[in-house]
Nanobody
Framework: QVHLAESGGGSVQAGGSLRLSCAAYGYTHSMYCMGWFRQAPGKEREGVAVIDADGSTSYADSVKGRFTISRDNAKNTLILQMNSLKPEDTALYFC????????????????WGRGTQVTVSS
């Protein structure tokens, strides 16, 4: 059974950095597409960054140049390094996984974690 567990969220001032991690269990991590999504209060969930099984990446325009997605297949871990954080980055961040190949953002993901809260103050 696929299980995803996010960690690393917290509160930070604008301009600061956070590193989110997602531990993955129950499947062959290296064969899955992985992604980070976020949902702010009163807003729809949006894709932040996606990394495919071949290592290719896609980013939302709002985070390009500030966020970096990476994966460690040996440790079954997905990482989101977030720099130059802005108050508008405040949201609940979710890790997602899916065995189907795709292109860009958005795309469907079948497995989801419960999320980790990121709060950026001005």
């Amino acid at each position: 059974q696929v299980h995803l567990a996010e960690s690393g969220g917290g509160s930070v001032q604008a301009g600061g950095s956070l590193r989110l991690s997602c531990a993955a269990y129950g499947y062959t991590h290296s064969m899955y597409c992985m992604g980070w999504f976020r949902q702010a209060p009163g807003k729809e969930r949006e894709g932040v960054a996606v990394i495919d099984a071949d290592g290719s990446t896609s980013y939302a325009d709002s985070v390009k140049g500030r966020f970096t997605i990476s994966r460690d297949n040996a440790k079954n871990t997905l990482i989101l390094q977030m720099n130059s954080l802005k108050p508008e980055d405040t949201a609940l961040y979710f890790c997602a996984a899916d065995p189907r190949p795709g292109s860009g953002i958005p795309r469907p993901f079948g497995y989801w974690g419960r999320g980790t809260q990121v709060t950026v103050s001005s």
